[in-house]
């Protein structure tokens, strides 16, 4: 499980980092928060790295082409512009926070430190997904189908580094 946060995290990072490249130009507002976003995304990343160098574990081969992936997603959705942005950001939280929730169950006795990993970065992934909801409409076809592609995108790759 934290092998596919890890990874998830890496995919965040880089989602961030090219929505912000982009925004730059498309959405100079956001600009600010995007960079804070990233950071969070940054310190979380390094959460999971840690923990999983302490006990002795390596990272999910999915790794880079998660971030890969988050990378071409987030210059994708700035180039569309800033409700994209926001659409995106609230869809991927949205299956993360479901994921993360589920993990806090099962950690809860299988392994108290991980969970305390999980913990540690849950309230900035809901602070994420409702400053995302705030800020985004859904009364456009194109967000609605950009909420759906992402949410399914992001589960299939959750369920593919599970296995």
Request: one cysteine or more; aromatic letters at 6%; charged letters at 25%.
């Amino acid at each position: 499980m934290i092998k596919v946060d890890h990874a998830g995290e890496n995919g965040a990072v880089n989602i961030y980092r090219a929505q912000t490249l982009v925004a730059r130009i498309r959405a100079p507002s956001l600009v600010k928060q995007l960079t804070e976003f990233q950071h969070h995304e940054e310190e979380h990343r390094a959460i999971f790295r840690d923990y999983l160098a302490k006990i002795g574990v390596r990272r999910c081969v999915s790794y880079h082409f998660s971030g890969l992936g988050g990378f071409s997603l987030g210059f994708v959705t700035g180039l569309i512009g800033p409700k994209a942005i926001a659409a995106t950001t609230f869809a991927v939280e949205h299956v993360v926070l479901r994921h993360l929730e589920e993990q806090l169950e099962y950690l809860r006795s299988a392994d108290p430190e991980a969970r305390d990993c999980v913990l540690r970065i849950h309230d900035d992934e809901r602070a994420h997904h409702d400053t995302a909801e705030g800020q985004m409409s859904r009364d456009g076809w194109l967000t609605r189908a950009l909420i759906a592609i992402v949410q399914l995108c992001t589960e299939t790759v959750i369920r593919i580094g599970m296995r």
